[in-house]
């Protein structure tokens, strides 16, 4: 079993910054991927990015250029730098991820999110 806790949100000014962390603890095996997905009420969870275990990372049309993830795997924690924040980023965010394990299936975790709210 593997537990997730966000930290980092709250409420900023449009064009500000927020550092978004995510600890992994538990039973630890392998984490392979992680990502950071967020969620407005009526409307789909959205993967805003992710990175491998070999720093492969991806990012959301909507998000490139002005947020970084980025990972420790000494400390299994994902962190997401969100710069130049703009209204339609508020959301809460979750982290997940992937847990990989001999013999069985990867199972995916996911955190209880954090609140995103940027102000314009």
């Known amino acids: 079993q593997v537990q997730l806790v966000e930290s980092g949100g709250g409420l900023v000014q449009a064009g500000g910054s927020l550092r978004l962390s995510c600890a992994a603890s538990g039973r630890i095996f392998m984490i392979t991927v992680m990502n950071w997905y967020r969620q407005v009420p009526g409307k789909q969870r959205e993967l805003v990015a992710a990175?491998?275990?070999?720093?492969?990372?991806s990012y959301a049309d909507s998000v490139k250029g002005r947020f970084t993830i980025s990972r420790d795997n000494a400390k299994n924690m994902v962190y997401l730098q969100m710069n130049s924040l703009k209204p339609e980023d508020t959301a809460v965010y979750y982290c997940?991820?992937?847990?990989?394990?001999?013999?069985?299936?990867?199972?995916?975790?996911w955190g209880q999110g954090t609140q995103v709210t940027v102000s314009s």
């Open positions: 997940n991820v992937l847990h990989s394990r001999p013999s069985f299936r990867p199972t995916a975790y």
């Open positions: 990175i491998t275990s070999g720093d492969s990372t």
